[in-house]
């Protein structure tokens, strides 16, 4: 993971706002909304976002368990979380229901 190596040097980095536009930021649950947050960061999000999810919610490894929880994600973010993050798809939720989803349309 090279590209986020340096993170604790920006320990200053906030998500930016755009991100949770439909948000009220000032009484705004991160903890609570995590998943959302994680979503945003990983669809959408800038190199400064993911420093600041990764301050938020535990570094990398914090980061990375969130990940698996999100309950939908593009194929697209998914290979990307995947690969950036080091994860199986079959750990992340969003494949799962996938296959499900799948497996119930088609049966």
Do not use: H
């Not at 993971?1 to 604790?8: E, L, R, V």
């Not at 706002?17 to 948000?23: K, M």
């Not at 999810?53 to 990398?60: H, K, R, S, V």
């Not at 995947?82 to 750990?91: A, N, R, T």
Request: with cysteine; hydrophobic share 40%; glycine share 6%.
């Amino acid at each position: 993971m090279a590209i986020f190596d340096d993170y604790k040097k920006y320990g200053a980095c906030s998500v930016s706002p755009s991100l949770l536009w439909e948000y009220d930021l000032s009484d705004f649950d991160w903890w609570k909304s995590r998943k959302i947050v994680v979503q945003r960061i990983l669809e959408r999000g800038w190199l400064e976002d993911y420093y600041a999810g990764f301050n938020l919610y535990g570094g990398i490894e914090g980061f990375r368990e969130i990940i698996k929880e999100i309950p939908f994600l593009s194929p697209r973010d998914m290979n990307f979380a995947c690969i950036v993050f080091d994860l199986k798809k079959e750990d992340l939720k969003c494949y799962t229901r996938k296959l499900l989803r799948e497996r119930l349309l088609n049966s």
